[in-house]
Nanobody, 126 residues
């Protein structure tokens, strides 16, 4: 079964940190660009960050620059999103998505991704 599974979400206080993981099973991520999306209640889904298949190119939405870091370990078939200095407005369900194409650029969030995870809830609250 081909799937992506996110983990690492939870409840954290403002200013705290979390690391999300996106693990693939049934296929290799080696040739895929990976994007993290998020969707807050009542809001549209937004692209948060993407990483190219080699890890050499990354992109971040403006609101998370300097606070979030995307990385990947192809040997573990896993992509990570390290989130620091979290704010209440970061509260959302976070999803990872994969596409076997080079899309990590300014319009990465507009592309049609082949695989999606089920999402992991991140809640930032005191």
């Amino acid at each position: 079964q081909l799937q992506l599974v996110e983990s690492g979400g939870g409840l954290v206080q403002p200013g705290g940190s979390l690391r999300l993981s996106c693990a693939a099973s049934g296929f290799t991520l080696d040739y895929s660009d990976i994007t993290w999306f998020r969707q807050a209640p009542g809001k549209e889904r937004e692209g948060v960050s993407c990483i190219s298949s080699s890890g050499g190119r990354t992109y971040y939405t403006e609101s998370v620059k300097g606070r979030f870091t995307i990385s990947r370990d192809n040997a573990k078939n896993t992509v990570y999103l390290q989130m620091s200095s979290l704010k209440p407005e970061d509260t959302a369900v976070y999803y990872c998505a994969a596409i076997p194409d080079a899309v990590c650029g300014s319009d990465y969030y507009l592309r049609a991704y082949d695989y999606w995870g089920q999402g992991t809830q991140v809640t930032v609250s005191s």
